[in-house]
């Protein structure tokens, strides 16, 4: 009978129980809890960061500049240009271009003034009087034709011959000019061509009748005014 109640408590012991995965898990999550940096340091480099209202910032300031440097561009461009456009304009006008001498009047036609840097004039002193505009078969002084200039008229120089050919070149040059009103046709000794056409520091040469040239430098400077602004 001892024997049987030994072997029964023997048979009574119990098995081992098993780990539980879940057990596990949370010694493992409990353990890297341990070992993790503190959330401090998370803090700050949270805090270093830049945040997405910064970015907007500096995004805005970049457009702003951007803009600017092509509203400069684009004035300068503008400034260029009209620069440009004026340049052309002025090689494309008619005849060869003179510096202008100014605008003295003088006392009387025996008064001493600088040499006229053109021949015919262009500009420089004269008379405070003008020629009357029309045709003329006699030469008119320089210094009267220069005030012609100055007041937005054009000159319609021919080379001096005999009355009959002084005759004919005014007649010539009425047809051409006839729809002008601010014109003065002269005739002049020795003019180098034969016939000149002038303006306020403006001079173009023919040889011949040339109706088109001659309208197109009447049309580009008669009725300009050239007193000092």
């Known amino acids: 009978m001892a024997k049987k109640t030994k072997k029964s408590q023997k048979g009574s012991k119990s098995p081992a129980t098993p780990k539980s995965p879940v057990s596990e898990a949370t010694a493992a999550a409990a353990e890297s809890a341990a070992t993790a940096p503190t959330t401090r340091t998370s803090t700050k480099a949270a805090a270093q960061a830049p945040t997405p209202a910064g970015r907007r910032s500096v995004s805005k300031r970049e457009k702003a500049r951007r803009q600017n440097i092509a509203i400069a561009a684009g004035v300068v461009?503008?400034?260029?240009?009209?620069?440009?456009?004026?340049?052309?304009?002025?090689?494309?006008?008619?005849?060869?271009s003179f510096r202008s001498q100014g605008n003295v009047h003088l006392a009387s036609l025996v008064s001493p003034h600088v040499p006229y840097n053109s021949n015919p004039p262009t500009s420089g002193p004269h008379m405070p009087n003008l020629a009357a505009w029309g045709s003329y078969t006699e030469p008119?002084?320089?210094?009267?034709?220069?005030?012609?200039?100055?007041?937005?008229?054009?000159?319609?120089?021919?080379?001096?011959?005999?009355?009959?050919?002084?005759?004919?070149?005014?007649?010539?040059?009425?047809?051409?000019?006839?729809?002008?009103?601010?014109?003065?046709?002269?005739?002049?000794?020795?003019?180098?061509?034969?016939?000149?056409?002038?303006?306020?520091?403006?001079?173009?040469?023919?040889?011949?009748i040339d109706e088109e040239g001659m309208l197109r430098f009447i049309d580009a400077y008669e009725g300009i005014d050239h007193h000092p602004r």
């Open 140 to 208: 008119v002084e320089d210094e009267y034709l220069v005030h012609n200039m100055e007041d937005a008229g054009v000159i319609l120089w021919y080379d001096m011959g005999t009355p009959e050919e002084n005759e004919e070149h005014v007649r010539l040059l009425e047809d051409v000019s006839r729809a002008y009103r601010r014109i003065v046709i002269a005739p002049r000794q020795d003019l180098g061509s034969q016939y000149v056409l002038t303006a306020w520091t403006r001079l173009q040469r023919f040889d011949e």
């Open 77 to 96: 461009t503008m400034v260029v240009a009209g620069i440009a456009i004026q340049v052309v304009r002025e090689i494309n006008k008619p005849g060869e």
